[in-house]
């Protein structure tokens, strides 16, 4: 196992097209920040890096729906995305970006060395070119229908009703999303990496030098070198990107993959080329946190990417598995002076309500908008999502266990707990911890118990086991809340003060180590925690102590950590979603394509006419028919309809409705049906009746 004297952790690039949600929270970015906040409180030197991913087809595509040009789109959501992280506590270093000028130049620089090396294949190849817009179309250009599902809307890469990965040749029908024409095949010049020539160091590199990879990494990078590596277009014609760095390129760009994980190593120096820059400054190009300078002793970025003693850790997503465990890999294979990732946690995908979330459907919970709803309740989304983290397969997010948690674990045995030990030290002692007198076996197991925590918290953290922290950690909580419910220190203050002394003191001493354990989960309530024992900066290896506060160490007010969410406020945000789902299959809703046409004369043997309900049951043994009496304005006649299903009997007896009288009698179930009422389907599938607005003569004509 090789010395480790820093870290570099890294957080998949955003796409810069749209705002982050809580599936990419709790996928890459929750679980570094507790990481990189544990490294911190262990003293560890570490950088913690990030940025917008701003190049690529689908920022051009937002750009052209939204009238405006690409940068101004990578602006916008740069800013959001960069707040909303900020806002979570998200404690990068640097957040930087890769329209940035050293991203530019880091990226050239690096495609340029592997070019010089003689490392790139050149081909030339047939491409999907739009004559009318006289631009060749990358694969988000182009839409077709998909030879697997039939569905008519999939793109050149992908289709998005099934999933399957394809190429552009592969659609059926395809056209250009600029013109609305069908591509022509045209001649283009591209470079690729040969993935294949490097095949066996990366078989060495995973299969063998890192079989104790998270499953799902291992698994999908295995699979990935079975099927035996290809060479990859690292070029495309484009006009929004960063410019390929050789003579005669004109109109070509780094494609965005080869582009965006460079991003990891601009950001790193961005960083140290700032020096000595007032870091409490908020700059156009990053976010830095205010209050303090990077952890690291390294006097440049290049030892943070470039030494072997550096330990690097991505933090990812699954669909980014192969990117960053395989591609980026094999470039820096190539350039030859990089070290390559010592651990990629990938997380699984978090679902919402059961559904995939979906940014396009906007079945989502974004981050920027939690806010608005839940003002200063960061840490309770950062504790429920670090609780059902999808560390090893897809997980759902409900509203429901959001409420559950903040309420029964949040509100109920943390909060508890320290409210009622602060509450009580200020009652009978005026704030001040008291001195510890003699011990009782229960206390010696208490304490023991609670020296136990630090280093079990801590081993999950390292193995990227989070949620088995969190568990560890809200189990200390749950220690401290039953130390004082079985030692009852209300009741024995009447008889024995000494006692409550020790107990109190035992129980602050719990609450510090809490207010120090907890700050990779829940920072903002932490600092909160820590504000009120009045407890100063203590680092995670002081932890376990019973001595972290002093005998007469005064005490801050206490206010309360967490309060209780009200089944009022979840019930909002279901309906929002809900709202979201109908009006997502009101969009979503295929029309029905026009009939063959008939002539006049055909349509004018339709006898349609205004009659009015006067009776209706249920059909025995049936769930879809209605018995129903109709008063046409010519008679009374027994019609049976499907609508059971959308009408209760006694709801519609009075209603009028459009009726096809010259119908031929048709038995169903036994009974004649004398004509048919007509409907109409709205986008929910639910029926309504196609009836006058205004009350009318039973027996009046719809023409």
């Given at each position: 196992?090789?010395?480790?004297?820093?870290?570099?952790?890294?957080?998949?690039?955003?796409?810069?097209?749209?705002?982050?949600?809580?599936?990419?929270?709790?996928?890459?970015?929750?679980?570094?920040?507790?990481?990189?906040?544990?490294?911190?409180?262990?003293?560890?030197?570490?950088?913690?890096?990030?940025?917008?991913?701003?190049?690529?087809?689908?920022?051009?595509?937002?750009?052209?729906?939204?009238?405006?040009?690409?940068?101004?789109?990578?602006?916008?959501?740069?800013?959001?995305?960069?707040?909303?992280?900020?806002?979570?506590?998200?404690?990068?270093?640097?957040?930087?970006?890769?329209?940035?000028?050293?991203?530019?130049?880091?990226?050239?620089?690096?495609?340029?060395?592997?070019?010089?090396?003689?490392?790139?294949?050149?081909?030339?190849?047939?491409?999907?070119?739009?004559?009318?817009?006289?631009?060749?179309?990358?694969?988000?250009?182009?839409?077709?229908?998909?030879?697997?599902?039939?569905?008519?809307?999939?793109?050149?890469?992908?289709?998005?009703?099934?999933?399957?990965?394809?190429?552009?040749?592969?659609?059926?029908?395809?056209?250009?999303?600029?013109?609305?024409?069908?591509?022509?095949?045209?001649?283009?010049?591209?470079?690729?990496?040969?993935?294949?020539?490097?095949?066996?160091?990366?078989?060495?590199?995973?299969?063998?030098?890192?079989?104790?990879?998270?499953?799902?990494?291992?698994?999908?990078?295995?699979?990935?070198?079975?099927?035996?590596?290809?060479?990859?277009?690292?070029?495309?014609?484009?006009?929004?990107?960063?410019?390929?760095?050789?003579?005669?390129?004109?109109?070509?760009?780094?494609?965005?993959?080869?582009?965006?994980?460079?991003?990891?190593?601009?950001?790193?120096?961005?960083?140290?080329?700032?020096?000595?820059?007032?870091?409490?400054?908020?700059?156009?190009?990053?976010?830095?946190?205010?209050?303090?300078?990077?952890?690291?002793?390294?006097?440049?970025?290049?030892?943070?990417?470039?030494?072997?003693?550096?330990?690097?850790?991505?933090?990812?997503?699954?669909?980014?598995?192969?990117?960053?465990?395989?591609?980026?890999?094999?470039?820096?294979?190539?350039e030859g002076s990089y070290i390559w990732a010592d651990e990629?946690?990938?997380?699984?995908?978090?679902?919402?309500?059961?559904?995939?979330?979906?940014?396009?459907?906007?079945?989502?919970?974004?981050?920027?908008?939690?806010?608005?709803?839940?003002?200063?309740?960061?840490?309770?989304?950062?504790?429920?999502?670090?609780?059902?983290?999808?560390?090893?397969?897809?997980?759902?997010?409900?509203?429901?266990?959001?409420?559950?948690?903040?309420?029964?674990?949040?509100?109920?045995?943390?909060?508890?707990?320290?409210?009622?030990?602060?509450?009580?030290?200020?009652?009978?002692?005026?704030?001040?911890?008291?001195?510890?007198?003699?011990?009782?076996?229960?206390?010696?197991?208490?304490?023991?118990?609670?020296?136990?925590?630090?280093?079990?918290?801590?081993?999950?953290?390292?193995?990227?086991?989070?949620?088995?922290?969190?568990?560890?950690?809200?189990?200390?909580?749950?220690?401290?809340?039953?130390?004082?419910?079985?030692?009852?220190?209300?009741?024995?203050?009447?008889?024995?003060?000494?006692?409550?002394?020790?107990?109190?003191?035992?129980?602050?001493?719990?609450?510090?180590?809490?207010?120090?354990?907890?700050?990779?989960?829940?920072?903002?309530?932490?600092?909160?925690?820590?504000?009120?024992?009045?407890?100063?900066?203590?680092?995670?290896?002081?932890?376990?102590?019973?001595?972290?506060?002093?005998?007469?160490?005064?005490?801050?007010?206490?206010?309360?950590?967490?309060?209780?969410?009200?089944?009022?406020?979840?019930?909002?945000?279901?309906?929002k979603l809900m709202d979201t789902k109908e009006a997502n299959?009101?969009?979503?809703?295929?029309?029905?394509?026009?009939?063959?046409?008939?002539?006049?004369?055909?349509?004018?043997?339709?006898?349609?006419?205004?009659?009015?309900?006067?009776?209706?049951?249920?059909?025995?043994?049936?769930?879809?028919?209605?018995?129903?009496?109709?008063?046409?304005?010519?008679?009374?006649?027994?019609?049976?309809?499907?609508?059971?299903?959308?009408?209760?009997?006694?709801?519609?007896?009075?209603?009028?409705?459009?009726?096809?009288?010259?119908?031929?009698?048709?038995?169903?179930?036994?009974?004649?049906?004398?004509?048919?009422?007509?409907?109409?389907?709205?986008?929910?599938?639910?029926?309504?009746?196609?009836?006058?607005?205004?009350?009318?003569?039973?027996?009046?004509?719809?023409?």
């Amino acid at each position: 196992m090789k010395e480790i004297k820093r870290y570099t952790v890294t957080s998949a690039l955003p796409y810069t097209n749209g705002p982050v949600h809580i599936g990419h929270l709790a996928g890459a970015y929750l679980p570094a920040d507790i990481y990189v906040r544990y490294l911190r409180a262990k003293g560890k030197d570490v950088v913690f890096v990030c940025g917008s991913d701003e190049h690529g087809v689908p920022i051009t595509i937002k750009a052209k729906a939204e009238g405006v040009t690409p940068q101004q789109v990578v602006d916008k959501y740069h800013k959001i995305i960069g707040d909303s992280f900020r806002d979570f506590g998200i404690s990068f270093d640097i957040y930087h970006r890769t329209s940035s000028k050293t991203q530019h130049e880091t990226a050239s620089e690096i495609f340029k060395t592997i070019y010089d090396k003689g490392k790139f294949i050149e081909e030339t190849s047939e491409q999907y070119f739009d004559e009318k817009a006289q631009q060749f179309l990358a694969d988000r250009y182009i839409t077709g229908t998909c030879p697997k599902c039939g569905y008519d809307k999939a793109y050149g890469d992908q289709c998005e009703n099934c999933g399957s990965t394809l190429n552009a040749t592969d659609l059926i029908n395809p056209k250009s999303t600029l013109s609305g024409e069908q591509p022509i095949m045209k001649s283009t010049k591209h470079w690729y990496l040969p993935l294949d020539q490097y095949q066996t160091q990366l078989e060495k590199y995973i299969l063998e030098d890192h079989k104790d990879w998270k499953t799902n990494v291992f698994g999908q990078c295995k699979s990935w070198l079975h099927q035996g590596l290809q060479p990859r277009a690292v070029t495309r014609d484009l006009e929004w990107g960063i410019p390929v760095p050789i003579p005669g390129t004109d109109g070509k760009v780094l494609y965005v993959w080869f582009d965006a994980p460079i991003g990891y190593i601009s950001a790193t120096k961005e960083l140290f080329g700032l020096k000595d820059a007032a870091w409490s400054d908020k700059h156009d190009e990053y976010y830095l946190k205010a209050d303090r300078k990077p952890q690291t002793s390294a006097a440049s970025w290049e030892e943070h990417w470039k030494s072997k003693d550096t330990q690097l850790v991505h933090f990812i997503g699954k669909d980014n598995i192969v990117f960053h465990c395989i591609i980026f890999p094999a470039m820096l294979m190539a350039e030859g002076s990089y070290i390559w990732a010592d651990e990629v946690p990938a997380n699984e995908f978090l679902n919402l309500e059961s559904n995939k979330i979906s940014t396009s459907r906007n079945w989502a919970v974004w981050l920027n908008d939690y806010l608005v709803d839940f003002k200063d309740k960061q840490d309770v989304l950062r504790y429920v999502l670090c609780a059902t983290a999808p560390e090893t397969k897809d997980n759902d997010f409900t509203w429901k266990d959001f409420q559950s948690r903040n309420n029964s674990e949040l509100v109920a045995i943390f909060g508890n707990f320290i409210n009622r030990v602060v509450v009580l030290s200020h009652k009978y002692f005026e704030g001040k911890v008291m001195p510890m007198g003699a011990m009782t076996d229960f206390d010696k197991e208490v304490i023991a118990e609670l020296q136990s925590y630090p280093a079990k918290i801590g081993a999950s953290i390292e193995n990227y086991r989070f949620r088995e922290a969190l568990q560890e950690f809200m189990s200390l909580a749950r220690l401290g809340n039953k130390y004082l419910a079985d030692t009852e220190p209300w009741k024995l203050i009447k008889t024995d003060e000494e006692r409550v002394k020790t107990i109190l003191n035992i129980g602050l001493q719990i609450a510090a180590n809490l207010a120090v354990l907890a700050e990779p989960f829940i920072p903002f309530s932490a600092k909160k925690l820590a504000s009120m024992l009045n407890l100063d900066n203590v680092s995670w290896d002081e932890t376990g102590s019973i001595d972290l506060l002093k005998a007469g160490h005064q005490l801050n007010e206490g206010v309360l950590l967490f309060d209780k969410i009200e089944d009022d406020v979840i019930e909002l945000q279901i309906k929002k979603l809900m709202d979201t789902k109908e009006a997502n299959e009101v969009a979503n809703k295929v029309t029905v394509p026009a009939k063959e046409n008939i002539t006049f004369d055909e349509f004018s043997k339709m006898d349609i006419r205004v009659g009015t309900i006067i009776s209706a049951e249920k059909v025995a043994k049936t769930k879809k028919l209605l018995k129903l009496t109709v008063d046409t304005g010519i008679d009374q006649r027994t019609v049976v309809s499907g609508i059971a299903e959308y009408f209760d009997p006694e709801s519609i007896i009075g209603q009028q409705v459009s009726i096809l009288v010259n119908l031929a009698p048709r038995e169903i179930k036994g009974i004649e049906s004398q004509g048919m009422i007509l409907m109409a389907e709205d986008a929910d599938g639910k029926l309504r009746f196609t009836a006058p607005t205004a009350k009318v003569k039973n027996g009046s004509e719809i023409r």
